[in-house]
């Protein structure tokens, strides 16, 4: 599988070094252009390449969005509609700016990056801490192995992206769908921020629930 990673932060980067770890190709962008990633793709090895956004989008058969959710009106539309693209964003709008809509909570912010780039948007990586996912992967069955919540509104998405959290060392926990289910992992909630193994967070998502 082809993965394109738009936004070579924190998690675009680390998910880039997890992703080429077990064999995808991988291609990373940010808004600096290609050449300021060549420390990286040299560090990534000959799975990786770095592109400009557009490109990268092109490329994934899955494409990780992860900038500053401020930005999202950035995010190239036409490159990403009908693709699977996994959300990382989280919207903060001391750093974002406000969004009324978002503030009124009458959306989500994921459900606002699916509008505008007619994508199969999976919201995921966004609640977990990015050093915890930098450092926490384990084999399955691992006593410690962490659970990454995701949310989406097609099966299909969901389920590539769950077995993409696994093959990195991780449990999908499903939230639900884009809208209710996204607003259970946002910032402000339980399991934002928290290392949590996938029994505790399961269980916190069905108290939610109910």
Request: charged share 30%; proline share 7%.
């Given at each position: 599988m082809r993965i394109g990673i738009i936004g070579a932060g924190h998690i675009g980067s680390t998910l880039a070094r997890h992703f080429t770890r077990v064999g995808y190709d991988v291609a990373v962008s940010n808004s600096r252009g290609p050449r300021s990633l060549d420390g990286l793709v040299a560090e990534l090895g000959p799975r990786a390449q770095a592109l400009t956004p557009e490109e990268a989008a092109r490329f994934g058969e899955v494409v990780v969005v992860s900038i500053p959710f401020g930005r999202w009106h950035e995010l190239p539309s036409a490159e990403l509609s009908r693709k699977v693209v996994i959300d990382t964003s989280n919207y903060l709008p001391e750093r974002d700016g406000h969004e009324r809509d978002l503030d009124q909570d009458t959306i989500t912010s994921s459900q606002k990056i699916r509008a505008h780039t007619g994508g199969n948007v999976?919201?995921?990586?966004?609640?977990?801490?990015?050093?915890?996912?930098?450092?926490?992967?384990?084999?399955?069955?691992?006593?410690?192995?962490?659970?990454?919540?995701?949310?989406?509104?097609?099966?299909?998405?969901?389920?590539?992206?769950?077995?993409?959290?696994?093959?990195?060392?991780?449990?999908?926990?499903?939230?639900?769908?884009?809208?209710?289910?996204?607003?259970?992992?946002?910032?402000?909630?339980?399991?934002?921020?928290?290392?949590?193994?996938?029994?505790?967070?399961?269980?916190?998502?069905?108290?939610?629930?109910?």
């Open positions: 999976v919201k995921a990586f966004n609640a977990l801490p990015w050093q915890d996912l930098r450092d926490g992967s384990r084999p399955k069955g691992a006593p410690d192995r962490l659970a990454v919540a995701l949310s989406g509104s097609d099966e299909d998405g969901k389920a590539v992206v769950a077995g993409l959290v696994r093959d990195i060392g991780f449990d999908p926990v499903d939230a639900g769908n884009l809208g209710r289910g996204g607003r259970r992992h946002q910032p402000g909630t339980q399991v934002f921020g928290r290392k949590l193994p996938k029994d505790e967070m399961s269980e916190i998502f069905h108290a939610v629930r109910r």
